[in-house]
């Protein structure tokens, strides 16, 4: 397979969502981390910082890019032509909710696959908004993101 597209806010990423990259980087010829928009999610980070904060997380692969875009994930792939869409998923209400998405996606374009990546056991419970919140009580969030993201977590939160 050649291309694929692993969407999502990444606000703030976690180990989580770098254990699917680390997966999929060894599937793919080019992975593309796409810094989405989403206007139901309040973010904490802009989009540059987001796009900082991957670019940084995912420099020791060559073949992973990051991107952002502010429209439909399939007008991206469709514009870059990448057929293929990587979802992580934790547990059974991820998988409804990213199943509805792959079903639109096919809709809007038909060449779009989804594939679906369970997330390994140690980051099962993992939640970007679980991790904001722990930061904001103070707490220690060290063995769920890099040392990095919980400094500007702690900056933005503290």
Request: glycine share 6%; with cysteine.
């Amino acid at each position: 397979m050649k291309k694929a597209i692993y969407p999502g806010t990444f606000d703030p990423p976690t180990y989580g969502h770098i254990n699917v990259i680390e997966r999929i980087a060894c599937i793919f010829e080019t992975v593309t981390i796409l810094i989405a928009a989403n206007p139901s999610k309040n973010r904490l980070f802009s989009k540059q910082e987001r796009h900082d904060f991957m670019s940084r997380l995912t420099e020791r692969f060559s073949n992973v890019i990051v991107d952002t875009w502010d429209g439909l994930v399939v007008d991206y792939a469709r514009q870059k032509d990448i057929r293929v869409i990587v979802r992580g998923v934790r547990a059974l209400g991820d998988f409804n909710h990213e199943f509805e998405l792959a079903m639109l996606n096919k809709g809007l374009n038909p060449e779009i696959e989804t594939l679906f990546i369970p997330t390994d056991p140690r980051y099962f419970v993992l939640r970007s908004s679980t991790i904001k919140e722990i930061v904001s009580f103070g707490g220690d969030v060290s063995n769920l993101v890099p040392d990095f993201i919980e400094q500007e977590l702690r900056k933005k939160l503290l």
